[in-house]
């Protein structure tokens, strides 16, 4: 166990619906990593939040967003779904910034659209 | 951005047999990681390679790194059913948030 949550554990949308996710960073972590697995794929990075401010992106259009709260959770939000949305989201925190340092995987939430 | 990539995709071995997956990358990097992850789950971290370092081990596990080649090797050794898994490759190339580049991945099946 990493002390990393995530929720809910599954979801299943149809497309065009806007869809919220939720993690929990491990205690005294202060950066949060988001990823998209595909089904057979390695993670992607979607981005990542370090003290509430974004801090770095991959290449995810803008109706992929997110949010770090005060208590280091965060949110990513998906809006306008598509069919290639369907994937693993993972998050990953980490004592961060620029510090080289391990990243501690959520459980993932499994996002199906249909 | 670049990614790191595994070779074999997929290994079957006898249980106390040793497993050697190869993972290439294409740009510079920081460090390397090795993760595994159990059916579709969470990546559990195994084992993290500086770019100055050339081999590291950690109990069963021996990673390798080669940054004239730019390559890298998990050796796992006396496989057991328990590390029936895929096992990722991910780089960390230098954009100073930690941001990982994960390969596709090997599908290990330890036969009992």
């Known amino acids: 166990e990493t002390g990393v949550t995530q929720s809910p554990t599954h979801l299943i949308k149809t497309r065009g619906q806007q869809v919220t996710l939720r993690c929990s960073s491990q205690?005294?972590?202060?950066?949060v990593s988001w990823y998209q697995q595909a089904l057979g794929q390695g993670p992607q990075f979607i981005f990542q939040y370090y003290r509430e401010e974004e801090n770095g992106r991959g290449n995810f259009p803008p109706r992929f967003s997110g949010l770090q709260f005060p208590n280091y959770s965060s949110e990513l939000n998906v809006n306008a779904l598509e069919l290639d949305d369907s994937a693993l989201y993972l998050c990953?925190?980490?004592?961060?910034?620029?510090?080289?340092?391990?990243?501690?995987f959520g459980p993932g939430t499994r996002l199906t659209v249909l | 951005s670049q990614q790191g990539e595994e070779d074999p995709q997929a290994l079957s071995i006898q249980e106390g047999e040793n497993a050697t997956m190869n993972c290439s990358y294409k740009t510079s990097i920081n460090n390397l990681q090795w993760y595994r992850q159990n059916s579709g789950r969470g990546l559990v971290h195994l084992i993290l390679i500086r770019s100055n370092e050339r081999e590291k081990h950690s109990g069963r596990l021996r990673v390798t790194l080669d940054t004239s080649k730019k390559s890298s090797s998990l050796l796992i050794t006396a496989s057991r059913a328990a590390d029936t898994a895929s096992y990722f490759c991910?780089?960390?190339?230098?954009?100073?948030?930690?941001?990982?580049?994960f390969g596709k991945g090997n599908q290990v099946v330890v036969i009992p």
């Open positions: 990953a925190s980490s004592l961060g910034g620029a510090r080289t340092d391990t990243q501690y």
């Open positions: 991910a780089t960390d190339q230098g954009w100073g948030n930690n941001r990982l580049a």
């Open positions: 205690s005294g972590h202060n950066t």
